[in-house]
C-alpha cells in the first residue's frame, strides 16, 4: 500500500508558506478550545468560557517551548549545536512530546499560580482535552511522511516511498493517532465525566499515555542519530514513557487515599 504523499506545504502564497504541521497543531487547539468550552458550561465546572482561551494559550506556549527544547535535548543535540537557527524551524518537525509535557506541566503551575488555582484544579480539567490534540499532531507527522515504522509484512504495511524507501513499514503515525488520540480520548473524557479525587484525572493520562507510546515503540523506528539504547530494542521513547508510568500509578493511587475535590 502506497501511503500518500501528499505536500508538506499546505498553502503557498509567494514567500509565505503554511505547512500542515502547523495547521495540526492549530487544529488541535481549537478542539481543545471547543471540548473545554463545552466542559466549563456545565454546572458547578469552577471555569468560565474566557478562562478556557486563557489557559490554553499558556498551554500553547509550554506545548510549542518545551516541545521543541525537548527534541533539542533528547534526540538531536549535536546537530542542533551545530546548526542553532535550525532549532526555530518547527515547520521541518521534530518536537518532543515528553519535552512538551514537561512544558505544559510549567505552563499549568504559572497559570494556577496567576489563578489562585490548585495544580490539580488545572491539570484536571486541561488532560482531557489534550488527546485529540495530539492525535492531531500525528497526522501532521503522517502528511510529512515522518516517525514512520518498522519495514513490515503486514496486510496494511505503506511504502513511505519519499523519505522511507521501496519496503512497506508499520503506518506507526496512525497507530500513535489511534491510541494516543483517539482512544486516550475516550477513556479519559468518560473518565473525567463524573467528579474524581484531585489528581486522578492527570495520573490517569500519565499510566495510559506512557502505555500506549512504550508499546508503539515496539513498531516505530527510532530516530537514526540514536537508534536503539539497550538490548536491540529499547528506544529513547520507551526510557521517556517508563517513569510517566510510574509517575501516573503513584499519583493515581494517592489520589484516591484523599477525599474527593
Known amino acids: 500500500m502506497l501511503a500518500p504523499d501528499i505536500d508538506p506545504v499546505a498553502i503557498s502564497i509567494g514567500p509565505l508558506k503554511v505547512h500542515w504541521y502547523g495547521l495540526m497543531y492549530l487544529t488541535g487547539f481549537a478542539v481543545g478550545w471547543i471540548l473545554g468550552v463545552y466542559r466549563a458550561g456545565r454546572p458547578n465546572s469552577g471555569w468560565g468560557r474566557e478562562e478556557v482561551g486563557d489557559v490554553l494559550f499558556y498551554i500553547a506556549l509550554g506545548v510549542i517551548l518545551g516541545g521543541r527544547l525537548g527534541y533539542v535535548l533528547f534526540y538531536n543535540l549535536g546537530y542542533f549545536a551545530q546548526h542553532p537557527l535550525k532549532i526555530f524551524a518547527l ?18 503551575w504559572w497559570y494556577g499560580r496567576r489563578t489562585r488555582r490548585s495544580f490539580f484544579q488545572v491539570a484536571d480539567f486541561v488532560t482531557p482535552l489534550t488527546p485529540l490534540g495530539l492525535g492531531a499532531g500525528r497526522i501532521g507527522n503522517f502528511i510529512n511522511q515522518e516517525l514512520w515504522g518498522r519495514v513490515t509484512d503486514v496486510p496494511w504495511g505503506m511504502v513511505f516511498a519519499r523519505t522511507g524507501g521501496p519496503a512497506p513499514r508499520h503506518p506507526s503515525q496512525l497507530y500513535e493517532f489511534a491510541l494516543e488520540g483517539v482512544a486516550l480520548f475516550l477513556i479519559l473524557w468518560f473518565y473525567s465525566a463524573r467528579s474524581r479525587p484531585a489528581g486522578a484525572v492527570s495520573g490517569l493520562f500519565l499510566i495510559c499515555y506512557g502505555m500506549f507510546r512504550f508499546i508503539v515503540e515496539f513498531f516505530r523506528v527510532p530516530d537514526a542519530q540514536l537508534g536503539y539504547l539497550a538490548l536491540g530494542w529499547v528506544t529513547m521513547g520507551q526510557l521517556l514513557s517508563l517513569p510517566m508510568v510510574v509517575a501516573g500509578i503513584a499519583l493515581f493511587v494517592w489520589s484516591h487515599r484523599r477525599r474527593p475535590v
Open 91 to 108: 515547520w521541518d518537525g521534530g518536537m518532543s512530546f515528553h519535552g512538551g509535557l514537561l512544558g505544559v506541566i510549567a505552563a499549568m
